[in-house]
């Protein structure tokens, strides 16, 4: 199995077994729906496969050790797709799936009551691969999220990236940490803004100082999994190393100035989560390029940290050149990415924009290559729906990852099994 | 509801003689709900009412006010039967959170209308989603939790101006986790769901024995609202909606509404519906309910995208609502997903359109494209239930309530 895998996890993820030293769960029966058994090699026809340009392509995929060999007309062999859309699955750019199985039982949440400052605390140490809220996840088409370790801390600690599939938390890594968090705004455990800063400057100034100037600096685990960055207490320096992007929690369009401010001020590589006001400042925010993940996607302007919120905001913020991503925020909601993005097209964002930022914006972000894209030499994870993955109408009919056909059963299509036709006496 | 589209024709042909409106959509894709789709069809309005509906019919000559609505689609405004625009104002925060009176179990007199705050500027984001009539109620925090009330989302300065003189009255009433959360052993409860059925068997039973003490001749037992209005409620003149996620909650209030022999208008949220489909149709129950919500809290961790589909296929009405000053203004998106999970394009209209008009007891007056039916519609610029769709015009008893193009041309200038 192990050998199917076409992305080097194995060397992504050397730190972190060692660290958990996790048994194989031989004797577990695989729930998660990561057919481990099956090949890698794979031929699809009769698709219309979106391309990274958003260009729609009628044809086939050809997936040869896990990884697309070939697409378009010339692959015209293999199982029959019926005319369906194939699409490079989404990525919840900022969320907290498998961390929470049900929000109001406290026993089921992992994503709070860490403490107001922990650069060290790990989202990965919370995140449960057999949470039910997964498998409903995937078939959302969704086959990648970053799991926040919470929300409400001041400096909360390191986000991990992880697949919708895997039976232990090993195979569902796909890289932690993948982005230090920090929020600013109202309401979080700092009280103010202004006592939020002040904690936050004296944090960032404690920390030790880069050995030399790092601006503009390409951070090198972008493109190499060899050296991940440090995890642990010193999770600011490899930060401020540029080894480690920050995310910063800004909706309020003063908050996301203050976070161009300390991105720029200590050489911060990062991005803006949440991002309702961004439109205000797109033009800093596309001189900076700096991402914005926006969470929510349709943010309202219902509260005072986002009165300037609208529609348009994505449409804004692509045409003045700000590369976007799109985070569900919570544990439940991945699956209503594709229709709210859509809905995104109506209010002026090009569909093409639409749907790099839903399958590209996060693996983009966070340094996963191979991801989000269907192109010769990428990884074969991919989503199958029955038509434009951003209609209400469709329907997700197939998810793989590395070639590999995932499990299309959850707990939701168990119980429309179980009540399809309704056993039992009638009941009046 | 469908009728055959020569019994349809026939009825246009006797409609198409309105001598005089006030307004005129030509040429739309008409999608009244009673019918099936029409295309290039016309509507004429006229004091508000529909005068005229059908396809291609003539414009009477002098009427004002002509709406091209070629490329369009045209359908009933929108309904949602459980909001609480209002009564959780935007912005939200401590100063507007006026949805829940958390002081006792029972608050059968309070009246969401009470709470409303006409200028939430969430209204106007609803209208801009085609929606024009709203069942606001109080939350869920009780058992019953007081009157709820039923508004036009017209732009108006008054809450008399937006309440709909006549509609039926609405209580809400709740079961499962929020009321045994909210009250606690040293506030008398209740604490568990047989509190909960105890709790309100309980002050149904009290409303009776009032009533008796009351009818005794030279009785001084004092006014009591909160029993009153449960005896008005008994006595099956107020719509009976009941926040209930599980099936067995489900069950529990029906077995004791049959004791006392209430009706139910409908079970709110009902995520677990489709398991006891049967039980609610031989009850005459319907259902709100949201197309992917679940996960929330433990008693809707069994929601399916499939909850509406099924009842609707077992003969409930079937409410796609929101709860959300957030999803109601996309309800046509939200009933768009039914479709991709099985439900027929007209049963999903339905949804959003005729069945909540039927569960707040006006389907005499919206709810579908007909003659002598309030003018509320919706212009969408494509079918509605595509993603790119968006309301262009909305109009609430004939008069125009959003206008896309002029609000664009609005904010421009800001």
């Not at chain 1, 100037?213 to 960055?229: C, I, L, M, N, V």
């Not at chain 2, 409106?21 to 009244?32: E, Q, R, T, W």
């Not at chain 2, 389907?363 to 610029?381: C, M, P, S, W, Y």
């Not at chain 2, 595509?386 to 800001?414: F, H, K, M, P, S």
Request: hydrophobic letters at 45%; a negative charge; one cysteine or more.
């Amino acid at each position: 199995m192990r050998s199917a895998e076409p992305w080097s996890r194995r060397r992504a993820l050397a730190g972190l077994a060692a660290t958990f030293a996790l048994p194989r769960l031989a004797s577990a029966a695989p729930r998660s729906g990561w057919a481990a058994a099956a090949p890698a090699d794979l031929s699809l026809r009769n698709a219309i496969l979106v391309l990274p340009n958003g260009a729609q392509l009628r044809g086939g995929l050809s997936v040869v050790g896990g990884r697309i060999q070939a697409l378009g007309p010339e692959v015209d062999q293999g199982e029959d797709m019926g005319g369906d859309w194939i699409f490079p699955g989404i990525f919840d750019a900022a969320g907290t799936l498998g961390m929470v199985e049900v929000d109001q039982e406290s026993g089921s949440r992992d994503d709070r009551d860490v403490g107001a400052l922990t650069p060290d605390a790990r989202a990965i140490d919370g995140y449960n691969p057999h949470s039910e809220v997964i498998p409903v996840t995937r078939m959302g088409g969704i086959t990648g999220a970053l799991v926040v370790p919470r929300t409400s801390g001041l400096i909360s600690g390191q986000a991990a990236a992880v697949r919708t599939v895997g039976d232990t938390l090993a195979e569902s890594t796909l890289r932690s940490p993948a982005a230090l968090l920090i929020r600013l705004g109202p309401g979080g455990d700092a009280g103010s803004r202004v006592g939020a800063l002040r904690e936050l400057r004296a944090a960032l100034e404690a920390s030790p100082a880069p050995p030399t100037a790092q601006k503009g600096h390409q951070r090198p685990f972008a493109t190499s999994a060899d050296e991940p960055a440090e995890a642990g207490a010193d999770a600011l320096a490899a930060a401020r190393r540029r080894e480690l992007p920050v995310l910063i929690h800004a909706e309020r369009s003063d908050d996301i100035e203050r976070a161009l401010g300390l991105l720029d001020e200590w050489g911060l590589d990062g991005a803006i989560w949440g991002g309702a006001e961004a439109w205000m400042l797109r033009h800093s925010i596309a001189e900076a390029g700096v991402r914005v993940v926006l969470s929510p996607v349709l943010a309202q302007p219902d509260g005072y940290g986002r009165l300037g919120a609208r529609y348009d905001n994505a449409k804004q913020l692509h045409e003045a050149g700000v590369a976007l991503a799109f985070g569900s925020g919570g544990a439940h909601f991945s699956r209503n990415l594709r229709v709210n993005v859509g809905v995104l097209t109506a209010h002026g964002l090009p569909w093409a924009a639409a749907m790099e930022g839903l399958c590209a914006g996060g693996p983009e972000l966070y340094g996963l290559p191979g991801l989000g894209r269907l192109a010769p030499g990428a990884e074969a994870t991919f989503v199958r729906c029955s038509g434009d993955p951003l209609q209400p109408r469709t329907a997700i009919r197939g998810v793989w990852f590395g070639g590999r056909p995932a499990s299309l059963r959850s707990h939701q299509t168990e119980l429309l099994e179980r009540y399809q036709t309704l056993s039992g006496p009638a009941a009046r | 509801m469908m009728i055959s589209s020569t019994a349809f024709s026939a009825m246009f042909a006797l409609t198409s003689a309105a001598r005089s409106a006030d307004v005129a959509i030509v040429h739309a894709n008409l999608l009244p709900i009673s019918g099936p789709p029409v295309a290039d069809g016309t509507v004429l309005i006229e004091g508000g009412r529909i005068v005229a509906v059908g396809p291609g019919l003539a414009v009477p000559p002098g009427t004002p006010e002509v709406v091209d609505a070629a490329g369009g689609w045209l359908m009933p405004g929108l309904i949602d039967l459980h909001s609480h625009m209002g009564v959780y104002s935007w912005p939200g925060g401590e100063s507007h959170s006026d949805g829940n009176e958390a002081t006792a179990p029972t608050t059968p007199s309070v009246w969401a209308g009470d709470s409303v705050r006409v200028n939430d500027p969430a209204f106007r984001a609803a209208v801009a989603g085609g929606v024009t009539t709203v069942l606001v109620l109080p939350g869920s925090a009780n058992l019953v939790g007081g009157e709820g009330v039923v508004l036009k989302l017209r732009p108006a300065r008054t809450f008399a101006d937006m309440r709909v003189a006549g509609a039926p009255r609405h209580i809400k009433m709740a079961c499962g986790e929020n009321p045994k959360r909210v009250y606690h052993a040293d506030e008398d409860g209740p604490s568990t769901r047989m509190g909960n059925v105890a709790a309100l068997r309980a002050r149904l039973q009290a409303a009776l024995d009032y009533r008796a003490l009351r009818s005794k001749p030279g009785s001084t037992t004092p006014t009591d609202r909160d029993l009153d209005v449960l005896l008005d409620v008994l006595d099956g003149k107020v719509r009976v909606n009941v926040h209930c996620y599980r099936s067995d909650d489900i069950e529990g209030v029906l077995r004791v509404m049959d004791d006392f022999g209430v009706q139910i208008n409908a079970f709110h949220h009902a995520t677990d519906a489709y398991k006891v489909r049967d039980l609610l149709a031989a009850h005459g129950v319907g259902i709100a309910t949201w197309p992917d919500w679940w996960g929330f809290k433990h008693e809707s961790f069994d929601a399916i995208p499939e909850n509406a589909a099924l009842s609707k296929a077992a003969g409930l009405r079937v409410a796609t609502h929101s709860d959300s000053p957030d999803t109601v203004q996309r309800l046509h998106l939200e009933a768009a997903k039914h479709v991709g999970v099985g439900m027929s394009e007209q049963a999903a209209m339905e949804t959003i359109t005729l069945d909540p008009a039927a569960l707040i007891g006006l389907a005499d007056r919206i709810g579908t494209i007909e003659i002598g039916k309030d003018a509320d519609l919706v212009l969408f610029n494509h079918h509605p239930f595509d993603v790119r769709a968006l309301a262009q015009l909305t109009w609430i008893e004939g008069a125009r309530v959003y206008d896309r193009a002029a609000a664009e041309r609005a904010d421009a200038q800001r």
